[in-house]
């Protein structure tokens, strides 16, 4: 019940961060009820997961925003393999792959664990890592990049099931993750 009260303030909050920083005239338009139902829908679709799933066991699990600070925890010392995206705000491809990194997320369930990393405010990693273009696809396993494993450039979701399968990642079956 936490996570819930939790997860519905934090969407409540990101809702109207939006609205502040729109339009005045466009703020106005919206009436209360479209609001609450783009809450809902936003509810529906796993919305603020990005803001708070990783904290509360009962949400879903969602795509983590890894970074300078947290990359060690989040990827370097996780028990399962992690497939990190390292994507920036003013890349267009970038942006096709965003939808890809949740459908992998839900696909592979415990099997892996997917963070995206933005560019520009970690540039220790990117150099660390050897970034050159965007997005770039990096596969960590026991607190190493997996050898060959840095791909760069948007690929589908066939192709991004074959660049897993290729390291040895394969979706469980679905009956064996909730919904």
């Known amino acids: 019940m ?3 009260t939790a997860c519905t303030s934090e969407i409540s909050a990101l809702a109207s961060s939006r609205r502040s920083a729109a339009p005045a005239a466009a703020a106005h338009a919206r009436p209360a009820a479209s609001l609450v139902r783009l ?6 679709q796993g919305g603020a997961r990005r803001l708070s799933a990783r904290r509360h066991s009962t949400c879903v699990r969602a795509v983590l925003d890894a970074t300078e600070a947290n990359f060690e925890e989040e990827v370097l010392k996780s028990k399962v393999p992690v497939l990190v995206d390292v994507w920036a ?3 267009g491809p970038c942006k096709l792959m ?3 990194m949740d459908w992998a997320e839900k696909e592979y369930g415990a099997a892996l664990k997917v ?3 933005e560019a520009d405010p970690n540039p220790a990693l990117v150099e660390e890592y050897k970034v050159y ?3 770039c696809f990096l596969l960590f396993r026991d607190g190493a ?3 060959g494993s840095r791909t760069e450039g948007a690929m589908s979701k066939k192709g991004l ?6 390291h040895g990642i394969s979706a469980p079956a679905k009956s064996n993750y909730a919904q």
């Open 2 to 4: 936490a996570c819930t």
């Open 39 to 44: 809450q809902q829908r936003s509810r529906a």
């Open 89 to 91: 705000t003013w890349c």
């Open 98 to 100: 965003s939808p890809m």
């Open 115 to 117: 963070t995206k990393m």
């Open 133 to 135: 273009g965007l997005p």
């Open 145 to 147: 990049l997996v050898e």
């Open 161 to 166: 099931q074959e660049y897993l399968a290729k």
